[in-house]
Nanobody, 129 residues
Framework: QLQLVESGGGLVQPGGSLRLSCVASGRTSDYYAIGWFRQVPGKEREGVSCVNAGGSSTNYADSVKGRFTISEDNINNTVYLQMNSLKPEDTAVYYC??????????????????????WGQGTQVTVSS
């Protein structure tokens, strides 16, 4: 089994920054991409960013391009989401998830939640003055 644990959420003022961490443990050789998603009550889970294992390729939602950066620390099995220039509309619970499909080796990581098999418990990000 693969376990994912997020951390780094909190309260920040508009224009501020946060860095989220997603630490993978267990069968860490099983994942081929890690994605970050967010969800607010009453709305569907939204893909924010993802990275193919090894950090070779990344993908971003249009709403966060130029503000968020995803990166991977292969040694510590950790994926980071650096979030800058935060806006109130970025407020949500942020989740990381793992895609264990072998086919992902040959395709860019996906921002669709249905492509991911293992999920963390989420971390709250609140952007407010």
């Amino acid at each position: 089994q693969l376990q994912l644990v997020e951390s780094g959420g909190g309260l920040v003022q508009p224009g501020g920054s946060l860095r989220l961490s997603c630490v993978a443990s267990g069968r860490t050789s099983d994942y081929y991409a890690i994605g970050w998603f967010r969800q607010v009550p009453g709305k569907e889970r939204e893909g924010v960013s993802c990275v193919n294992a090894g950090g070779s390729s990344t993908n971003y939602a249009d709403s966060v391009k130029g503000r968020f950066t995803i990166s991977e620390d292969n040694i510590n099995n950790t994926v980071y989401l650096q979030m800058n220039s935060l806006k109130p509309e970025d407020t949500a619970v942020y989740y990381c998830a793992a895609d264990t499909s072998v086919g992902r080796l040959f395709r860019l990581c996906d921002l669709s939640a249905g492509e991911y098999d293992f999920w963390g418990q989420g971390t709250q990000v609140t952007v407010s003055s």
